[in-house]
């Protein structure tokens, strides 16, 4: 059974440039949720994707969009880069989705992206 | 809306003693909560959840947690610390129903003094 893998590890962009980071959620798996985690933070709720469609949404500008794929894996992309965003990207896959189902969440090690 | 707070950002204990993390959640009906460690540069582990079966919940490393309804707590507790527990430790709450997100408290760094 693999886990959870997340691409590239670690990425340097301009301020203004766009970006997109990868996730292969885990065998099994058909939901997959994106969090930012910020320096010296807990990880922020972006979205989540449950069989191809976006299924909740944190507090983010729609410049970070995000797609899942028939496989299960998903993309985030943001667009237009701020500083801010410099943080470290999470992908979670589950099992889940919609309904009471106890929740099995599995974590990749995540994408640290560096906005200069 | 749901939230947890840790108190204590920064907790150090020694080698061999209790290892005591606070949690307090809030939610407008019963939670799922859950305890991760994230070691340097690495992603999120699960170290344990509840999901509203027993209260005391025991999950890797030695690690376990009791929820207190009555407390809206749910402290993380270990007998006696390792040098390898020096990590940094999230709680996260979620509702039941919906879209299982997972929001998670500032996070507490655990130091092991030798």
């Known amino acids: 059974e693999t886990g959870v893998t997340q691409s590239p590890t670690h990425l340097i962009k301009t301020r203004g440039q766009q970006v997109t980071l990868r996730c292969s959620s885990q065998s099994g798996h058909n939901t997959v949720s994106w969090y930012q985690q910020a320096l010296g933070q807990g990880p922020q709720f972006i979205f989540q994707?449950?069989?191809?469609?976006?299924?909740g949404r944190g507090n983010f500008p729609p410049r970070f969009s995000g797609l899942q794929f028939p496989n299960y894996s998903s993309e985030l992309n943001v667009n237009a880069l701020e500083l801010d965003d410099s943080a470290l990207y999470l992908c979670?896959?589950?099992?889940?989705?919609?309904?009471?189902?106890?929740?099995?969440?599995?974590f990749g090690s995540g994408t640290r992206l560096t906005v200069v | 809306a749901q939230s947890v707070t840790q108190l204590g950002s920064h907790v150090s204990v020694s080698e061999g003693a209790l290892v005591l993390l606070r949690c307090n959640y809030s939610?407008?009906?019963?939670?799922?909560l859950f305890w991760y460690v994230q070691y340097p540069n690495q992603g999120l582990q699960l170290l344990l959840k509840y999901t509203s079966a027993a209260t005391l919940v025991k999950g890797i490393n030695g690690f376990e947690a009791e929820f207190k309804k009555s407390e809206t707590s749910f402290h993380l507790t270990k007998p006696s610390a390792h040098m390898s527990d020096a990590a940094e430790y999230f709680c996260a709450v979620t509702l039941p129903f919906g879209n299982e997100k997972l929001t998670f408290g500032t996070g507490t760094r655990l130091t092991i003094i030798p």
């Open positions: 994707y449950y069989r191809e469609e976006e299924n």
């Open positions: 939610s407008s009906v019963p939670p799922y």
């Open positions: 979670a896959s589950s099992s889940g989705g919609k309904g009471p189902s106890p929740p099995g969440y599995t």
